[in-house]
């Protein structure tokens, strides 16, 4: 395994991710919870429906975290094609997992959910 500086780029993209995805979705959701637990109460479809996001971004976030601390233990560089694609391949699965998710009618009958 090569000590390139590949591994620390990566590194410090998925940290960077994980702190833009904590300043621009995880903190205006947590208001937008909290405004429909206000307006409509916590059992409500629309707090449901914000807390399952922010629950289904988070393990996402984890993923790539997870990545991070995989990269930083394996140090992969260039040429070492087969960690690389690993990780390619767990960060792409986390997305297709997560990212139907979040759209309100995989969440929440239609009827049931009407999102700001």
Do not use: C
């Not at 707090?47 to 394996?74: G, Q, Y």
Request: glycine share 8%; net charge neutral; proline share 5%.
């Amino acid at each position: 395994m090569g000590f390139g500086d590949l591994w620390i780029t990566l590194s410090l993209v998925g940290y960077a991710v994980s702190f833009l995805l904590g300043i621009l979705f995880l903190a205006p959701e947590t208001k937008r919870i909290q405004t429909a637990i206000e307006a409509h109460g916590p059992d409500s479809a629309k707090a449901r429906f914000h807390v399952r996001r922010i629950s289904v971004v988070a393990r996402m976030e984890l993923a790539v975290l997870f990545l991070v601390v995989w990269m930083m233990t394996l140090k992969p560089s260039g040429e070492d094609i087969g960690a690389l694609a690993v990780a390619g391949a767990v960060l792409v699965a986390a997305l297709v997992w997560g990212v139907p998710k979040l759209r309100p009618n995989a969440l929440e009958a239609p009827s049931a959910l009407v999102v700001d």
